[in-house]
């Protein structure tokens, strides 16, 4: 791109005010030496080869034409080094140039894409890619980050931040979805008891949560006694079926209904609570649902109780026989003769 006066000043004066004070463009100094000493190499031993080739021939196979001949072969490596060394210095310059034009795009920009600089600046994306890296790799960009596509150059600390906010959120989807993923793959081929007990896992963990969530929210004290028994009453059955998952079928009813009930309650209490003004709808509304939260917390502990009829009645009998085998064996006094 074809860069006139006024607009290469624009340019200069971009790069100056987002360098790092005491530094320069990577180029800066070197691009115009390249190309001073590679002109000045290229006129001087391009000249003395070319001359002392021309020489030897006119002087034809003499000592002196193989003398200048010697001399203008020694000069060609350096010829060919002056024109590579030009070359090399006008080819960086156009990276120089191009690094100008990034800049002016750089100012007031909190981030910027690479496929935008293509569009404006007319630049092949990878050109513009292998660029910014070389910059960036150069010191030229402090403070400056590269996003990990490769695709945009994030500008600003904010613009950073945000990027590395984003990044960690994905990086904590992508897990979850691991794990779901995972999670369902070792449900897929389980049994229907160990799928109806992992859901029950799972409802029991969000029923306690919210019913947590209330303690929190809710600020009536003896409300709040209430709560603790409830949440201790449904806790202790919930560790109850997971010790012994053959009792689940009896918790059916708590599950589907029981619960979902209790926290309907519970929701409408909260929000009765919050209101401005507790007239006497309000007011009777919140006793009543106070009231039955005593007549659920004593259904509860019922229900516990039930669910350790079985191995207190096991347990009876156990040591009903422990005694008559005792007995029987002259080790305790039998219950005749007392």
């Not at 290469?8 to 004066?13: A, G, M, W």
């Not at 919210?210 to 809710?218: K, P, V, Y």
């Not at 929701?267 to 401005?276: A, G, I, K, N, S």
Request: proline share 3%; net charge negative; hydrophobic share 35%.
């Amino acid at each position: 791109m074809n860069i006139d006066y006024h607009y290469n000043n624009k340019y200069t004066r971009a790069v100056r005010n987002l360098l790092p004070a005491g530094t320069a463009l990577p180029g800066t100094y070197r691009v115009p030496l390249q190309i001073a000493v590679g002109t000045v190499g290229t006129g001087i031993f391009g000249t003395l080869s070319s001359s002392l080739l021309i020489s030897a021939v006119s002087l034809g196979t003499g000592l002196a034409g193989a003398t200048f001949l010697a001399f203008g072969c020694m000069m060609l490596p350096f010829t060919a080094g002056s024109i590579l060394l030009l070359r090399k210095g006008l080819k960086d310059r156009k990276k120089y140039q191009r690094f100008k034009e990034y800049f002016a795009w750089f100012k007031g920009r909190s981030y910027l894409m690479y496929e935008d600089l293509h569009k404006q600046l007319g630049f092949p994306v990878k050109q513009i890619r292998e660029d910014i890296r070389y910059l960036h790799d150069s010191g030229s960009l402090p403070g400056i980050r590269i996003d990990d596509e490769e695709t945009c150059l994030l500008l600003t600390t904010e613009a950073i931040e945000q990027y590395e906010a984003a990044k960690e959120s994905q990086k904590i989807r992508e897990q979850e979805e691991a794990l779901k993923k995972t999670e369902e793959e070792r449900w897929a081929n389980a049994s229907e008891e160990e799928k109806e007990f992992h859901r029950f896992t799972i409802e029991a963990e969000t029923s306690l949560n919210r019913l947590r969530g209330f303690c929190q929210s809710i600020s009536n004290p003896e409300m709040l006694k209430k709560l603790d028994r409830l949440e201790l009453s449904i806790s202790r059955i919930f560790v109850c079926i997971r010790q012994h998952p053959e009792k689940l079928r009896s918790a059916d009813r708590l599950i589907s209904y029981y619960i979902p009930t209790i926290i309907g309650l519970l929701t409408v209490y909260d929000d009765l609570e919050d209101q401005p003004i507790q007239g006497e709808t309000i007011t009777k509304t919140k006793n009543e649902i106070e009231t039955s939260m005593d007549t659920i917390n004593e259904a509860l502990e019922t229900m516990f109780d039930e669910l350790f009829q079985d191995e207190l009645i096991d347990v009876s009998a156990d040591i009903q026989v422990l005694r008559t085998m005792l007995a029987q064996d002259g080790l305790t006094e039998s219950p005749l003769k007392r």
